[in-house]
Structures are given as structure tokens and as C-alpha cells.
Nanobody, 117 residues
């Protein structure tokens, strides 16, 4: 059974940082490309960052230079370090296996990140 457990969200002020974690189970994590996605109220879910099994990364233009995705294959965990947060980063954040056609498996519960003064 595939499962993603996201954590690390919270309420922060603009300019602050958050570090999100996603523990994956039921997949061959070390050979899977992983992605962090987010969904803001009224918006479609969007890809924020991706990391290949080899560690190559890519980012949405809106977060480039502020967010960093990384992975720990020994812990089957993918991370998202979010710095210089803006109110428009407010969303529920999810992780998933990332394929050419998009996310592969059912979503976890996500973790809420809220950026507000």
C-alpha cells in the first residue's frame, strides 16, 4: 500500500522559513522521481519542485531561488526547504512520485503552510 505522510507546515510571517518532510512507503523510493505539489484555495494543484532519483532538481518559476527540494533515500523521505516565504505560498503541500505524465499515486493528507502577517 502506497502512503505519503507530509509534515512540517505551519503559520509563519512573510520572509520566514518552513521545512516540509514527506515520508513515503510502499514504493521503491530510491529509484523514484519525487515531486512537491501545492494547492491553494480556489486553485488547481501545481507542481512546485521535483527531484530525480539521481538528485537533479527543477522548480516552478514562482519558487526558484527560494525553495530547495532534497531527498534521503535511507529514510524514504523527501524534503522541501522553503525560505523567504510570501503570502502567495499559502497552500496545502503534498508529495508524490513524479512521472512524465504527472503524479502517480493517490494523495496523502498534505500539510498546510500559511504565510500571513
Amino acid at each position: 500500500q502506497v502512503q505519503f505522510v507530509e509534515s512540517g507546515g505551519g503559520l509563519v510571517q512573510p520572509g520566514d522559513s518552513l521545512r516540509l518532510s514527506c515520508a513515503a512507503s510502499g514504493i521503491m523510493f530510491s529509484i523514484s522521481a519525487m515531486g512537491w505539489y501545492r494547492q491553494a484555495p480556489g486553485n488547481q494543484r501545481e507542481l512546485v519542485a521535483g527531484i530525480t532519483r539521481g538528485g537533479d532538481t527543477n522548480y516552478a518559476d514562482s519558487v526558484k531561488g527560494r525553495f530547495t527540494i532534497s531527498r534521503d533515500n535511507a529514510r524514504n523521505t523527501v524534503y522541501l526547504q522553503m525560505n523567504s516565504l510570501k503570502p502567495e505560498d499559502t497552500a496545502v503541500y503534498y508529495c508524490n512520485v513524479k512521472a512524465t505524465g504527472g503524479p502517480v499515486f493517490a494523495w496523502g493528507q498534505g500539510t498546510q503552510g500559511t504565510v500571513s502577517v
